[in-house]
């Protein structure tokens, strides 16, 4: 039985340490919040309970459903018919099925059947080792013409990665098309789902399983620095207490790898220095009208400066309408400092060009939340930027969002690899 550390309590940290005590190791579990969650952390919206950032299940993603089995919860999932739209020079359009596109009006007969060649290879897709080295937007360009990518992907990829947004990786991409296209009932048909009660339900049930099986969990204890003696770790101070440590497995944001793990050798500190991330803002808004009938929207519009939003009541049923607007940028950027009312203002005046139906009296709850590490920049080539997810410090294992890679983040991607760093101690 090893004495094992888990820094950070989200999905993935939560993961780690249920199966480490489920192996019979001695766990104490280390985190900076009050709560435990990280990104999938709630919130109360007035008095809805829901995440800080929208989360959402698809039909692929089984890790999640092996947890939630073993936890005996199997019956809280849900499954919902959802759609997409997509609202380009101020119409809003249905998106996402064969005839969605067959319909839209802002690509002729040539640009659809690339672009829906596109949806139907890449769905269907099982490896992705020869677009790594590729550029998204040279691939998407390669399949579907320059044309399609300046009417339906430049805007997107601008506002979600401003100056990063023509160095992304192609693999990356792709998973997500493959992701939502593999979660359907039919070729005409989404299909996504939620856990009851929300993503909370899953945070709770894993903290109590740590907890019942002898487990330690350690609120509001930030991590200061990860030990070691000879080449192995040795023990982390948080909180400043001192935790003995065989083991350590590390989820915090690799930004911060720097800073807790100084005596990593300096050429995979350099490693972890050279992923960039890039900060969110997420405005949740809860009003009295819906906005649109869609899940997710995609947005192409000159005057609105979002890729897109989520109207996450047409997934899981709450009280009223919950929207979430996201705000994707570099911490650098001058937007990033506005105040939180400059945000929800800015985000009612996008939902209004979106549906002029809707009303500031609408509003009925607004909350803002920042994040400053909220998505890696997976440029061509990501995976061997990379250092090894076992460090050269033995007992050591480092891994936050990034290692998902080519997947994008997500509750399964989290489960996966938070289970499989337990494993290996």
Same mark, same amino acid.
């Given at each position: 039985?090893?004495?094992?550390?888990?820094?950070?309590?989200?999905?993935?940290?939560?993961?780690?340490?249920?199966?480490?005590?489920?192996?019979?190791?001695?766990?104490?579990?280390?985190?900076?919040?009050?709560?435990?969650?990280?990104?999938?952390?709630?919130?109360?919206?007035?008095?809805?309970?829901?995440?800080?950032?929208y989360h959402f299940v698809c039909k692929t993603d089984f890790p999640t459903f092996e947890l939630l089995a073993e936890l005996g919860m199997s019956d809280k999932m849900r499954w919902v018919k959802t759609s997409m739209g997509y609202f380009v020079d101020g119409a809003?359009?249905?998106?996402?099925?064969?005839?969605?596109?067959?319909?839209?009006?802002?690509?002729?007969?040539?640009?659809?059947?690339?672009?829906?060649?596109?949806?139907?290879?890449?769905?269907?897709?099982?490896?992705?080792?020869?677009?790594?080295?590729?550029?998204?937007?040279?691939?998407?360009?390669?399949?579907?013409?320059?044309?399609?990518?300046?009417?339906?992907?430049?805007?997107?990829?601008? =506002?979600?990665?401003?100056?990063?947004?023509?160095?992304?990786?192609?693999?990356?991409?792709? !998973?997500?098309?493959?992701?939502?296209?593999?979660?359907?009932?039919?070729?005409?048909?989404?299909?996504?789902?939620?856990?009851?009660?929300?993503?909370?339900?899953?945070?709770?049930?894993?903290?109590?399983?740590?907890?019942?099986?002898?487990?330690?969990?350690?609120?509001?204890?930030?991590?200061?620095?990860?030990?070691?003696?000879?080449?192995? /770790?040795?023990?982390?101070?948080?909180?400043?207490?001192?935790?003995?440590?065989?083991?350590?497995?590390?989820?915090?944001? !690799?930004?911060?790898?720097?800073?807790?793990?100084?005596?990593?050798p300096a050429a995979a500190l350099d490693a972890y220095r050279a992923i960039v991330n890039i900060g969110v803002v997420c405005v949740v808004l809860r009003l009295a009208r819906g906005v649109t009938p869609h899940f997710w929207v995609n947005i192409n519009a000159p005057?609105?400066?979002?890729?897109?939003?989520?109207?996450?009541?047409?997934?899981?049923?709450?009280?009223?309408?919950?929207?979430?607007?996201?705000?994707?940028?570099?911490? !650098?950027?001058?937007?990033w400092a506005w105040d939180v009312e400059a945000f929800i203002d800015d985000a009612l005046q996008c939902l209004m060009r979106v549906n002029p139906a809707v009303r500031r009296s609408d509003l009925i709850a607004a909350h803002v939340a920042r994040l400053k590490h909220?998505?890696?920049?997976?440029?061509?080539?990501?995976?061997?930027?990379?250092?090894?997810?076992? !460090?050269?410090?033995?007992?050591?294992?480092?891994?936050?969002?990034? =290692?998902?890679?080519?997947?994008?983040?997500?509750?399964?991607?989290?489960?996966?690899?938070?289970?499989?760093?337990?494993?290996? /101690?």
């Amino acid at each position: 039985m090893a004495r094992v550390c888990v820094i950070g309590a989200g999905i993935m940290g939560l993961a780690a340490a249920y199966e480490a005590v489920r192996q019979g190791h001695e766990v104490t579990l280390l985190e900076g919040a009050p709560e435990p969650g990280g990104m999938a952390a709630h919130f109360m919206l007035g008095d809805i309970s829901i995440e800080r950032f929208y989360h959402f299940v698809c039909k692929t993603d089984f890790p999640t459903f092996e947890l939630l089995a073993e936890l005996g919860m199997s019956d809280k999932m849900r499954w919902v018919k959802t759609s997409m739209g997509y609202f380009v020079d101020g119409a809003l359009h249905k998106w996402g099925d064969p005839f969605a596109l067959l319909r839209f009006p802002h690509l002729n007969l040539i640009e659809k059947f690339r672009y829906g060649l596109l949806m139907f290879v890449s769905a269907r897709r099982e490896r992705w080792e020869s677009l790594e080295t590729r550029n998204a937007r040279e691939w998407i360009t390669a399949w579907c013409g320059a044309s399609v990518y300046e009417k339906m992907w430049r805007k997107l990829f601008e =506002f979600k990665f401003y100056e990063y947004q023509d160095n992304i990786s192609a693999a990356w991409i792709w !998973t997500r098309i493959k992701r939502i296209g593999r979660s359907r009932r039919s070729l005409l048909q989404e299909e996504l789902g939620y856990i009851e009660g929300g993503s909370e339900t899953l945070v709770h049930a894993l903290a109590a399983a740590i907890v019942q099986r002898g487990g330690t969990i350690r609120l509001a204890t930030p991590a200061e620095r990860i030990e070691s003696s000879d080449g192995r /770790v040795t023990r982390v101070r948080a909180g400043g207490t001192l935790f003995p440590a065989d083991a350590v497995i590390c989820t915090a944001p !690799t930004p911060l790898v720097g800073a807790l793990a100084p005596d990593l050798p300096a050429a995979a500190l350099d490693a972890y220095r050279a992923i960039v991330n890039i900060g969110v803002v997420c405005v949740v808004l809860r009003l009295a009208r819906g906005v649109t009938p869609h899940f997710w929207v995609n947005i192409n519009a000159p005057d609105i400066d979002i890729p897109g939003i989520i109207e996450f009541s047409n997934l899981r049923q709450v009280r009223d309408h919950v929207v979430y607007v996201p705000y994707y940028m570099p911490v !650098t950027h001058p937007k990033w400092a506005w105040d939180v009312e400059a945000f929800i203002d800015d985000a009612l005046q996008c939902l209004m060009r979106v549906n002029p139906a809707v009303r500031r009296s609408d509003l009925i709850a607004a909350h803002v939340a920042r994040l400053k590490h909220a998505q890696p920049i997976c440029p061509p080539g990501f995976a061997a930027m990379l250092p090894p997810v076992q !460090t050269a410090i033995a007992g050591l294992q480092i891994a936050d969002t990034c =290692f998902y890679y080519p997947e994008d983040r997500g509750v399964a991607e989290s489960i996966r690899l938070g289970r499989a760093m337990a494993a290996r /101690v």
